[in-house]
């Protein structure tokens, strides 16, 4: 019997109307994943409660096609130089303009690309318990110069108020050295610097056993959701504004408190030359942007127990779905940035 092929097209058509198919794909393929074949090396510093804004920033480059390592972990000073010299890519928790030396060090605006603002108005200063601070009449870091005043939060027997500081190298633990120094605080004032989770933790006990406390803190954090300010403590101001190697520096806030920090922006800096070969990815930096208020709820999160690497990736798939019509608009956006 006769097959009827007059309907039947020859094979080579076939494969030559699939190769114009896939070619004419390919390039709607590539806009949609402008960082495929490129590898993405992330920073961030010790502080576990970073790593959610750090993933975040990774899985919006994976979903425009970066290949992402796994996160490197290393303090700030030593972050900037990295990614200067472009042995890593990107670290999503520059506080700005407290480390404002560690930038210019690396080379500033020349070697390093940060572009808009990550998460906002984050506060800094000195904290101290309520009770003793209403029991006392304590508003000002400055009443410490006095020996009775400082005597109350002396937890060692050394005659010094015990304040709780910062990492050996953080930009705080400086500030707080230059400011225990012009406010003639050296004699009754010593700050405790190591690891700040594990001091803090020290902090917390005392408080909740009814010592006076004094620690230097900040938010985004999860302490603020434990040690409630104006419930628990209370920010202290300080005497006037002074910060090192800035001596027209201006610390008070809006409402005239002045806390001795300023207000300061987390922002994510990346290599510069890697970024102007990524447009999308320089873009994405520059919108990305997300709450205090949802830092320190995940923070806190990881406070009671949720703490693994697979709970805040968790966390940050909840953000992710919770926010969906902002996340998708980032992502067009940047592709966007890449097209021609």
Same mark, same amino acid.
């Given at each position: 019997?006769?097959?009827?092929?007059?309907?039947?097209?020859?094979?080579?058509?076939?494969? $030559?109307?699939?190769?114009?198919?896939?070619?004419?794909?390919?390039?709607?393929?590539?806009?949609?994943?402008?960082? /495929?074949?490129?590898?993405?090396?992330?920073?961030?510093?010790?502080?576990?409660?970073?790593?959610?804004?750090?993933? %975040?920033?990774?899985?919006?480059? +994976?979903?425009?096609?970066?290949? !992402?390592?796994?996160?490197?972990? !290393?303090?700030?000073?030593?972050?900037?130089?990295?990614?200067?010299?472009?042995?890593a890519t990107v670290m999503a928790d520059n506080?700005?303009?407290?480390?404002?030396?560690? #930038?210019?060090?690396?080379?500033?605006?020349?070697?390093?690309?940060? +572009?808009?603002?990550?998460?906002?108005? =984050? %506060?800094?200063?000195?904290?101290?318990?309520?009770?003793?601070?209403?029991?006392?009449?304590?508003?000002?870091?400055?009443?410490f110069k006095d020996p009775e005043i400082a005597?109350? #939060?002396?937890?060692?027997?050394? =005659?010094?108020?015990?304040?709780?500081?910062?990492?050996?190298?953080?930009?705080?633990?400086? @500030?707080?050295?230059?400011?225990?120094? *012009?406010?003639? %605080?050296?004699?009754?004032?010593?700050?405790?610097?190591?690891?700040?989770? $594990?001091?803090?933790?020290?902090?917390?006990?005392?408080?909740?056993?009814?010592?006076? *406390?004094?620690?230097?803190?900040?938010?985004?954090?999860?302490?603020?959701? *434990?040690? !409630?300010?104006?419930?628990? !403590?209370?920010?202290?101001? @300080?005497?006037?504004? /002074?910060?090192?190697?800035?001596?027209?520096?201006?610390?008070?806030?809006?409402? =005239?408190?002045?806390?001795?920090?300023?207000?300061?922006?987390? &922002?994510?800096?990346?290599?510069?030359?890697?970024?102007?070969?990524?447009?999308?990815? /320089?873009? %994405?930096?520059?919108?990305?942007?997300?709450?205090?208020?949802?830092?320190?709820?995940?923070?806190?999160?990881?406070?009671? =127990?949720?703490?693994?690497?697979?709970?805040?990736? &968790?966390?940050?798939?909840?953000?992710? /779905?919770?926010?969906?019509?902002?996340?998708?608009?980032?992502?067009?956006?940047?592709?966007?940035?890449?097209?021609?």
């Open positions: 019997m006769r097959r009827n092929t007059a309907h039947r097209r020859p094979l080579r058509d076939i494969l $030559a109307a699939g190769l114009i198919a896939i070619i004419t794909a390919t390039p709607a393929l590539a806009s949609d994943r402008p960082g /495929a074949g490129v590898t993405v090396i992330p920073l961030k510093s010790s502080i576990a409660e970073e790593t959610f804004q750090t993933i %975040l920033v990774m899985k919006a480059l +994976e979903d425009l096609g970066y290949t !992402v390592e796994p996160i490197r972990e !290393v303090e700030y000073a030593a972050a900037f130089i990295a990614i200067a010299n472009g042995d506080w700005d303009p407290q480390q404002a030396g560690f #930038f210019e060090n690396a080379g500033g605006r020349d070697t390093l690309y940060r +572009e808009g603002v990550y998460a906002p108005n =984050g %506060l800094q200063g000195y904290l101290i318990d309520k009770k003793t601070a209403d029991e006392h009449g304590i508003t000002n870091l400055g009443q005597a109350l #939060f002396d937890h060692t027997g050394d =005659g010094k108020a015990d304040l709780t500081g910062c990492n050996p190298g953080w930009a705080c633990e400086q @500030v707080i050295e230059h400011q225990i120094e *012009v406010f003639g %605080l050296r004699d009754t004032v010593a700050q405790n610097s190591g690891s700040y989770s $594990a001091i803090i933790a020290d902090t917390i006990t005392r408080f909740k056993q009814g010592e006076p *406390v004094l620690y230097y803190g900040w938010t985004p954090y999860w302490i603020s959701g *434990v040690l !409630v300010p104006g419930e628990d !403590v209370v920010w202290l101001n @300080v005497p006037f504004s /002074a910060l090192p190697d800035d001596p027209n520096a201006d610390t008070s806030q809006p409402d =005239g408190s002045n806390y001795g920090f300023e207000v300061n922006n987390q &922002r994510i800096v990346a290599n510069r030359a890697w970024a102007e070969n990524n447009p999308a990815a /320089a873009r %994405l930096f520059a919108i990305m942007q997300i709450s205090s208020n949802d830092i320190s709820a995940q923070n806190l999160l990881m406070r009671d =127990g949720e703490d693994s690497e697979a709970d805040i990736k &968790r966390h940050a798939e909840a953000w992710i /779905a919770t926010h969906q019509d902002t996340w998708t608009a980032w992502l067009e956006e940047a592709r966007a940035a890449a097209r021609p």
